[in-house]
């Protein structure tokens, strides 16, 4: 069985930062694209942040990029978003998810999916 488990989240003030861990079990880790993934109540979900196993690529969306940084411990099976600057429009909540092939930041090529954990982030 998948399964992508989300941790991590939180509330914080505007400038805080938070690192959220996504643990994968039950697939070959080093074959799968991991991405971030946020939903805001009303809003449609939206790709944040991608590792690309297979080479090292890293994407991210523009509104993240300079603060958010994606890694990952293979060792661990674990992918972490570090966020850092943050604001109150990244409130939201996050979730991971796995995809088999090229995903990018593309959310419907994405195969397996964590619970997600929330993150809020006050003025």
């Known amino acids: 069985e998948v399964q992508l488990v989300e941790s991590g989240g939180g509330r914080v003030q505007a400038g805080g930062s938070l690192r959220l861990s996504c643990e994968v079990s039950?697939?070959?880790?080093?074959?799968?694209?991991i991405g971030w993934f946020r939903q805001a109540p009303g809003k449609e979900r939206e790709g944040v942040s991608c590792?690309?196993?297979?080479?090292?690529?890293?994407y991210y969306r523009d509104s993240v990029k300079g603060r958010f940084t994606i890694s990952s411990d293979n060792a661990k099976n674990t992918v972490y978003l570090q966020m850092n600057s943050l604001k109150p429009e990244d409130t939201a909540l996050y979730y991971c998810?796995?995809?088999?092939?090229?995903?990018?930041?593309?959310?419907?090529?994405?195969?397996?999916w964590g619970q997600g954990t929330q993150v809020t982030v006050s003025s």
């Open positions: 590792l690309r196993q297979s080479d090292g690529l890293k």
């Open positions: 039950g697939l070959s880790f080093d074959d799968y694209d």
């Open positions: 998810a796995a995809a088999h092939y090229r995903a990018a930041l593309t959310v419907g090529a994405y195969d397996y």
